[in-house]
């Protein structure tokens, strides 16, 4: 035997191993690498739509958060005028209560001293009364008699005097 080993090498063998090899390789790509090589496929186009679809909802998150903002500052803006609002008409509720209390406390105040004043000229005019009838009641019992024109000057003389 030869140990050459290109004297060894049957075309036959090479032929049929070459023949393997290709029937191998078609079945191999028709049912392993085509199918593997279209869900490989398959999976990057997901993955793209699934990027594009994650693109958008961050594109519509962000123009969402810029709305969210702008309406919170519009919300801002109205509660703050609501509470301006407020603050004015609670001001001008109590400027307007305290501004009839002060009317009524005047007016009650004037209508005392009205009945104040009332009550003293008729105290004075009673006084005034019972006064002449006693100083002339006495003139009469120590002098005889009395002038009353006298007597009602002295009274008021005195009362004017004392009183006022």
């Known amino acids: 035997m030869e140990l050459n080993p290109l004297k060894q ?33 398959e999976r990057a186009q997901k993955i793209e739509d699934a990027e594009a679809v994650f693109a958008e909802a961050e594109r519509i998150v962000a123009e969402a958060e810029v709305a969210t903002a702008e309406e919170v500052a519009r919300a801002r803006e109205q509660a703050d005028l609501l509470m301006r609002q407020a603050r004015e008409h609670h001001d001008a509720y109590r400027r307007e209560t305290v501004d009839a209390a002060m009317s009524e406390v005047a007016r009650l105040l004037e209508e005392g001293r009205a009945k104040i004043s009332e009550a003293r000229e008729n105290e004075l005019s009673s006084l005034r009364t019972q006064a002449v ?26 009362l004017t005097r004392r009183v006022h």
């Open 133 to 158: 009838e006693c100083v002339n009641l006495a003139c009469a019992k120590l002098m005889g008699s009395a002038d009353e024109e006298t007597t009602a000057a002295a009274v008021d003389k005195l």
């Open 9 to 41: 090498i049957d075309p036959l063998v090479i032929g049929a191993v070459i023949a393997i090899f290709t029937l191998t390789g078609f079945a191999l790509r028709k049912w392993f690498f085509l199918p593997y090589i279209a869900v490989m496929e």
